[in-house]
């Protein structure tokens, strides 16, 4: 399954695999605004001045680090204290602390600092340690793109949470057992998480919308003016 959502509109789209095809399925050929995603290899085709990779997800991976113990212990500690710091200044600013510039200055000796233990990373006596080291550096720029545009957040948490009905609905029914199922379920999950960020009602749309097709009449738009 997968998932993209802007504030205002989600949109839903079920594939066999999570490769290049399903990514391609949600976003087309040509992507104009900037991608908050994991570090799921099949998002390396997007150019890391289009992506934000989620510190939640490099939080945890930290702290797989410090739980492997040995070599990369030390690694995964520097790692985490990174990221509370860059939580906590960007939450700060989020508050209206201080202004967008202020916050670059803060997260600037971060960066510096998590680039370092990085490359260090690369040389420890762990060969996972070093691998993740060098597939985060090469994605680097990727990290700090929240700083410079309004907008973009430092986690993927706004698609983690549409996402949770689809996630529980599959764990319940074990999925889609046709083409025609997978067809309904991405497009009602578009339908109903598009209409919450709205804030519009569920059931009026979908009532409206059988109606306008059982009287050969236009539908109702999902995507209303705002």
């Given at each position: ?40 290899a099949v998002y390396g085709s997007l150019s890391p001045d289009r992506r934000q990779v989620c510190w939640a997800h490099l939080k945890r991976d930290f ?88 907008g973009v957040e430092p986690t993927n948490n706004h698609i983690e949470r549409l996402l949770r009905p689809g996630v529980l609905w599959r764990k319940n ?54």
């Amino acid at each position: 399954m997968w998932a993209a959502a802007t504030r205002w509109v989600a949109c839903f789209v079920i594939r066999p695999t999570r490769g290049a095809i399903g990514l391609v399925a949600l976003l087309g050929e040509s992507i104009h605004g900037i991608v908050t995603s994991d570090r799921l290899a099949v998002y390396g085709s997007l150019s890391p001045d289009r992506r934000q990779v989620c510190w939640a997800h490099l939080k945890r991976d930290f702290q797989k680090l410090v739980e492997r113990g040995g070599a990369a212990t030390d690694l995964g500690t520097e790692g985490l204290r990174v990221v509370d710091d860059v939580f906590d200044w960007w939450h700060q600013f989020r508050g209206g602390g201080f202004d967008r510039e202020q916050l670059q200055q803060h997260i600037a000796p971060l960066r510096q600092t998590l680039r370092a233990a990085l490359a260090a990373g690369c040389a420890v006596n762990d060969a996972k340690a070093n691998t993740f080291c060098e597939n985060v550096l090469d994605i680097e720029p990727a990290l700090w793109t929240f700083t410079c545009h309004q907008g973009v957040e430092p986690t993927n948490n706004h698609i983690e949470r549409l996402l949770r009905p689809g996630v529980l609905w599959r764990k319940n029914a074990f999925g889609c057992h046709s083409v025609d199922g997978c067809r309904f379920v991405e497009r009602i999950l578009t339908v109903v998480q598009t209409l919450r960020l709205q804030q519009r009602s569920v059931l009026d749309f979908l009532h409206q919308s059988l109606r306008a097709h059982r009287q050969n009449q236009t539908a109702p738009a999902l995507l209303a003016s705002r």
